[in-house]
């Protein structure tokens, strides 16, 4: 049972959903008035790009033998697709959703790309941090940053991504993906690399 959960949680948190869970919640507490052509326009693409493209790239990477499955577990497995993921991430930056649109998401999606940037330096380094950690890691500062800048009340959104950044964490730890260290420092990763955009836009 602990096993199924685990597997449920780790695809439920999968990084590549991310961007898209980040931009649903911008969406839910924005207080500025957003058309629903525009949220569509946002989102579709979005899902497309971080989503459909990445899944169907690690699918021919493994195909043609560059990837051995489709957990990377390890190092050298890594760096092609999160090439990809980070190329594309920039199509989103400079394609989707520019700065005047809404500069909440470009700093989100920025703080993306250099949490990649993190993970990829690593790769190439020969050591391995937990993506899914890095991405739940993100997306917990984007809410307390969003908090803070629309002064709304959002504990208990807070504590839910809290409490999902534990149990993905036991989950990476149970399925025995990652040890201790590659998980805090994806969790940490993902944190800073928000925290740092931070004061561009709060």
Do not use: D
Not at 74 to 99: C, D, K, Q, W
Not at 123 to 147: D, P, Q, Y
């Amino acid at each position: 049972m602990m096993r199924l959960l685990s597997k449920i949680l780790t695809y439920v948190l999968h990084p590549l959903l991310i961007p898209v869970y980040g931009v649903l919640f911008y969406f839910q507490m924005t207080p500025k008035y957003h058309a629903e052509a525009f949220r569509a326009g946002n989102l579709l693409p979005l899902f497309i790009l971080t989503v459909i493209i990445p899944l169907v790239s690690l699918l021919i990477l493994k195909n043609l033998g560059m990837v051995r499955n489709m957990l990377l577990l390890r190092a050298t497995e890594r760096i092609y697709p999160i090439l990809i993921f980070l190329g594309l991430m920039l199509m989103v930056l400079f394609r989707v959703i520019p700065n005047h649109y809404s500069p909440e998401i470009y700093f989100f999606s920025l703080g993306i790309i250099l949490a990649g940037t993190a993970c990829l330096v690593l790769a190439l380094l020969g050591k391995v941090v937990s993506l899914h950690m890095a991405g739940i890691g993100s997306l917990l500062m984007f809410m307390v940053a969003l908090s803070i800048h629309f002064e709304k009340n959002i504990v208990l959104a807070i504590s839910l991504c809290t409490l999902g950044s534990g149990l993905l964490a036991s989950a990476r730890l149970y399925l025995r993906a990652h040890g201790r260290a590659a998980v805090l420092t994806g969790w940490l990763i993902g944190l800073l690399s928000q925290l740092m955009l931070i004061r561009f836009w709060l």
